[in-house]
């Protein structure tokens, strides 16, 4: 069956940076859309970045920041969401999510959050 396990997340300190991963099985990785969500203590699920495996596009979210970058490596059936410069309000459960690269596509997924397969999450708390 499909499995998503993230990792990376942890305690930091205000302006330093981190490295999500998630490993993904029971699949085939290299035609699935992929994406990293978060959810903040009181928000709502939000979309921070998608990428077609097959081809590496990206696209992010609208008020997603330069701070934010997504890849993949197909070698590992792993994505990884780089996060520098970070800051007390991207305090979150970050998620990564997996969907069939069907329409209407990954980053359009993204904005709906219309997603299948989810994985547990990893924590990211920012200290200032």
């Known amino acids: 069956q499909v499995q998503l396990v993230e990792s990376g997340g942890g305690s930091v300190q205000a302006g330093g940076s981190l490295r999500l991963s998630c490993v993904a099985s029971?699949?085939?990785?290299?035609?699935?859309?992929m994406a990293w969500f978060r959810r903040g203590p009181g928000q709502e699920r939000e979309g921070i970045a998608s990428?077609?495996?097959?081809?590496?596009?990206?696209g992010y979210g609208d008020s997603v920041e330069e701070r934010f970058t997504i890849s993949r490596d197909n070698a590992k059936n792993t994505i990884y969401l780089q996060v520098s410069s970070l800051k007390p309000e991207d305090t979150a459960m970050y998620y990564c999510?997996?969907?069939?690269?069907?329409?209407?596509?990954?980053?359009?997924?993204?904005?709906?959050?219309?997603?299948?397969?989810w994985g547990q999450g990893t924590q990211v708390t920012v200290s200032s």
């Open positions: 029971g699949f085939p990785f290299n035609t699935y859309c």
């Open positions: 999510a997996a969907n069939p690269f069907l329409s209407p596509g990954c980053f359009v997924r993204l904005r709906g959050r219309a997603y299948t397969y």
């Open positions: 990428i077609y495996t097959g081809t590496g596009v990206t």
